[in-house]
């Protein structure tokens, strides 16, 4: 879910340059929305205190893995940016996965989630690196054996489901994990407070910059209050990329099995993404102004000259918003029945 893939525009916009027109501001605030602050709701699933600090235990714990290693903390570091810093993340056994791991940050204002799309929400995405053999290796039920097998676990679930006759399920660890994961938001960026009317934010570069991705089409993909995550869109809609930065990956082909979605990925966040190297799926590029270079030649058409793509990184950088605060927490004491790890 990652990174610069300005997979905008089919085609180049023209007309008169919306920076030497003054009205920056105002057609940013068109085409964005500041990040708000709080905890967003999700529906069928109410936040509680009690879910945050289940949620966030079950995040930081290796043990839900086979090996008991991997975390989903290992490929979403949140002190990282919130993914792991690897071109595909490593799981079970050394073993490497097959794309770039998005960051968990804002995940909660996207349409979906992985770069495919195939969880249709934060729960259903936290299923997945549990079970895949690639990653966690483990099963529902080897999960929830370790995690009954830990009185404070049993106590922590009980809190966070108090109207379930059972509560310790493979739904509410998952249920658990994503109310975690909505707190993991990083409002008040300089970008958006330039967007509440703030224009001292952002320097004459940085505005130059937003101007610039606003007029040459990749605000057409990264837009909306997480600069992305809200559709689709082909990687190489003008040019297709090298064939070590495209790989073989057909992208959201392998859910749909429709031609029409080869090559076809969920355009990511572009939110804190000087934090997030190295880009694209396939994570094969690191230099953030190499990936704006790309997406210029393979979605946009054009060649884009360095002082745009200075300026473009120069705006990019003022999407870093404020990092939650997050202590690691003091996990549950493994008892003589919770299972050894599997390596």
């Not at 966040?269 to 694209?280: C, G, K, Q």
């Amino acid at each position: 879910m990652k990174k610069l893939f300005l997979t905008a525009a089919l085609t180049v916009a023209t007309g008169t340059c919306a920076w030497a027109q003054g009205n920056v501001m105002s057609e940013a605030q068109d085409i964005f929305k500041p990040l708000p602050f709080g905890i967003p709701e999700i529906t069928a699933n109410p936040v509680s205190n009690e879910k945050i600090t289940l949620g966030k235990t079950l995040f930081f714990d290796p043990r839900l893995s086979k090996s008991g290693l991997i975390s989903c903390n290992t490929c979403h570091n949140l002190g990282m940016g919130g993914d792991d810093y690897q071109e595909t993340s490593t799981g079970h056994g050394w073993q490497q996965g097959p794309r770039n791991s998005p960051t968990v940050y804002n995940a909660v204002y996207n349409l979906a989630q992985f770069w495919d799309g195939r969880a249709a929400d934060l729960k259903e995405q936290a299923k997945g690196p549990v079970q895949a053999s690639v990653e966690m290796n483990n099963t529902p039920e080897s999960a929830i054996k370790t995690i009954n097998s830990m009185p404070d676990y049993i106590r922590l679930f009980k809190q966070a489901f108090p109207d379930d006759e059972s509560p310790v399920t493979f739904d509410n660890m998952a249920a658990a994990i994503e109310v975690f994961e909505t707190t993991l938001t990083t409002p008040d960026s300089p970008f958006d407070k330039f967007l509440r009317g703030e224009k001292s934010a952002l320097t004459v570069p940085q505005q130059k910059g937003l101007s610039l991705f606003m007029e040459q089409g990749c605000a057409d993909c990264h837009g909306g209050v997480n600069m992305g995550g809200e559709d689709y869109f082909s990687f190489g809609v003008v040019e297709r990329p090298a064939t070590d930065v495209m790989g073989s990956d057909k992208g959201r082909f392998t859910v749909t099995q429709s031609t029409d979605d080869e090559y076809v990925f969920k355009a990511p966040s572009l939110r804190n993404i000087n934090l997030t190297p190295p880009y694209f799926h396939s994570g094969k590029v690191w230099p953030l102004k190499e990936a704006i270079s790309i997406m210029g030649s393979a979605q946009l058409g054009i060649s884009l000259n360095s002082s745009d793509i200075d300026n473009i990184y120069d705006f990019l950088l003022t999407t870093t918003g404020v990092q939650p605060d997050v202590v690691y927490p003091v996990l549950p004491a493994a008892t003589v029945n919770t299972p050894r790890p599997v390596l």
